[in-house]
C-alpha cells in the first residue's frame, strides 16, 4: 500500500476499534489507482462528527454542519466525514442540508464521476459499486448516475469534468457531455471564483487543448467572463502550438488572442477575480509581447522588464510568431550583460545630484537619474561616482 494510506491506516484502525465503520475515499483513491502523487488523504466514516470528536482528542470543527471533521493524528490533518445523502441542491451549488447515514454505498451513490466514488479499506480492498476502476483504465470520465441530475446539482461539476480532462487525458464519457452542452446555463449561477480555480486547474494540465476544444463545443464559453462572445478567438488559439506555455503565459496568449489592450486587459482579468500581483505580471508581459511585434528589446525594456517577465515574453511570442529559436536564452543573456539591473546599484543618490549641480529638489533629479541609467545601460557612462559626476556637470553646462 501507498505510505500516505500506511502512515493514515491507523486513523481508519481508532475509528473502526470504536464499533464504526472507516474507509479512504474520493481523489486520494482515485490518484492512487492512476500511480499519480496523492496530496490529501479523505476518509469517511459511519460515525457521526460527534462520534469522530470522542475518538479523537485533537480534532477542527471544519464543516461540521456537512459531516465533515478535521481530525489531527500524529501531527498530520486528516478530514473525516460522515456518510450522508444530502436533499435537494439549492441554486444549482450546495445541497439544503444533508442526512448522517450508516451506508458506505449511499455516501458513495450522491459523488460527482464514477473515478472518485471508490472506496477503499485499511487493507486495500477497494469498494467500487459504480465501476469506477473500469473508467479509469478507459480514461473515461463518467457521472454516478443519471448526468443530468449529477450536474444539475451542482454546476461547477461541469467545469470539474473539463479539469479532470485537462489534467488526466481522459474523454468525456456521451451521455455526460451531452449533459454538459444542455446544462451549460447553469454555470452562470456559480461563483467567479470558483470558476477561476477549475480554469487555472484546466490551464495547468496535459491535455488542456482538448479541454478548451470542449469548453467551445459544449459552449461553457459563453458563461465564463470576459469569453461569453469570443468563440472565433477560442477557436483561433487553439490553432497556435501552445503546448510548452505555463499557465501564466497562457493567460497572455488567451489576451493576445481576444485582441484586448490598455484597461480592457485589466477589466477582463478583474472579471476572473485573479489576485492583483498576477494581474499586474500578466499586464506586465502582454505590455511587452506587443512592444516585441514591432521592434527588439532596448537596454531600457530589458531594464525594467526584468528576468522573469523577459522569460515569458519570449515564450509567448515564440507560439505566436512560431519562431522557436532560443530567443528566451538570447534576451535573457543580454539582460545579465546590463551593467546595472536596478537604480539602487546606481553610483550616485538623489543628494548627491543636487550637491553637484547646486540644486534644490524636483521632477528633474527623476528626470536626470532616467538619463544617467539610460547612459550607463547603452555603455555611454560607466558606473563611476566620479564619471558620473563629470557627466552631469558636463551635461548641465551644455
Known amino acids: 500500500m501507498n505510505p500516505v494510506f500506511e502512515k493514515a491506516k491507523p486513523v481508519l484502525e481508532k475509528i473502526e476499534n470504536a464499533g464504526f465503520e472507516a474507509y479512504f475515499v474520493g481523489g486520494c483513491v482515485r490518484d492512487y489507482l492512476l500511480e499519480k502523487p496523492i496530496e490529501d488523504v479523505d476518509i469517511a466514516t459511519s460515525a457521526t462528527p460527534d462520534e469522530v470528536k470522542k475518538i479523537f482528542p485533537k480534532t477542527v470543527d471544519v464543516g461540521i454542519e456537512h459531516g465533515t471533521?478535521?481530525?489531527?493524528?500524529?501531527?498530520?490533518?486528516?478530514?473525516?466525514?460522515?456518510?450522508r445523502t444530502e436533499e435537494k441542491y439549492e441554486d444549482f451549488r450546495r445541497p439544503a442540508g444533508v442526512t448522517f447515514i450508516r451506508s458506505l454505498n449511499e455516501d458513495l451513490k450522491r459523488r460527482d464521476f464514477t473515478m472518485n466514488a471508490i472506496a477503499m479499506?485499511?487493507?486495500?480492498?477497494?469498494?467500487?459499486?459504480?465501476?469506477?476502476?473500469?473508467?479509469?483504465?478507459e480514461k473515461r470520465i463518467k457521472t454516478v448516475g443519471i448526468p443530468q441530475e449529477r450536474l444539475s446539482e451542482d454546476a461547477l461539476r461541469m467545469m470539474r469534468a473539463i479539469r479532470f480532462v485537462s489534467q488526466l487525458s481522459f474523454s468525456l464519457e456521451e451521455s455526460t457531455k451531452k449533459a454538459l452542452t444542455e446544462n451549460?446555463?447553469?454555470?452562470?449561477?456559480?461563483?467567479?471564483?470558483?470558476?477561476?480555480?477549475?480554469?487555472?486547474?484546466?490551464?495547468?494540465?496535459?491535455?488542456?487543448?482538448?479541454?478548451?476544444?470542449l469548453i467551445i463545443e459544449t459552449e461553457l464559453f459563453m458563461y465564463l467572463p470576459g469569453l461569453e462572445n469570443c468563440r472565433n478567438d477560442l477557436e483561433q488559439m487553439?490553432?497556435?502550438?501552445?503546448?510548452?506555455?505555463?499557465?501564466?503565459?497562457m493567460w497572455v496568449l488567451l489576451i493576445y488572442r481576444l485582441g484586448l489592450k490598455n484597461r480592457f486587459i485589466e477589466e477582463f482579468l478583474r472579471?476572473?477575480?485573479?489576485?492583483?500581483?498576477?494581474?499586474?505580471?500578466?499586464?506586465?508581459i502582454v505590455h511587452y509581447v506587443f512592444a516585441r511585434l514591432d521592434s527588439e528589446w532596448t537596454n531600457r525594456e530589458l531594464f525594467e522588464a526584468k528576468k522573469e517577465v523577459i522569460f515569458h515574453t519570449e515564450n509567448v511570442l515564440n507560439v505566436i510568431t512560431?519562431?522557436?529559436?532560443?530567443?528566451?536564452?538570447?534576451?535573457?543573456?543580454?539582460?545579465?550583460?546590463?551593467?546595472?539591473?536596478?537604480r539602487s546599484e546606481l553610483q550616485a543618490t538623489g543628494s548627491e545630484l543636487m550637491k553637484w549641480l547646486d540644486r534644490k529638489g524636483g521632477p528633474w533629479v527623476k528626470e536626470l537619474f532616467q538619463k544617467i541609467e539610460d547612459a550607463v545601460l547603452n555603455g555611454e557612462l560607466l558606473n563611476q561616482k566620479e564619471k558620473i559626476k563629470e557627466w552631469v556637470i558636463k551635461c548641465n553646462q551644455n
Open 69 to 83: 471533521i478535521l481530525v489531527i493524528f500524529n501531527g498530520t490533518p486528516y478530514e473525516v466525514t460522515t456518510f
Open 121 to 137: 479499506d485499511k487493507d486495500g480492498k477497494l469498494i467500487d459499486p459504480f465501476d469506477g476502476q473500469k473508467d479509469i483504465r
Open 184 to 213: 451549460k446555463r447553469l454555470l452562470k449561477e456559480i461563483a467567479v471564483e470558483r470558476k477561476a480555480v477549475e480554469f487555472e486547474k484546466l490551464l495547468k494540465g496535459v491535455n488542456r487543448r482538448e479541454a478548451l476544444q
Open 238 to 249: 487553439l490553432q497556435d502550438p501552445f503546448d510548452r506555455l505555463s499557465a501564466l503565459e
Open 271 to 284: 472579471k476572473w477575480k485573479l489576485p492583483v500581483k498576477k494581474i499586474k505580471m500578466i499586464q506586465k
Open 322 to 342: 512560431g519562431n522557436y529559436s532560443s530567443s528566451a536564452e538570447k534576451w535573457i543573456g543580454a539582460y545579465d550583460r546590463l551593467p546595472i539591473k536596478d
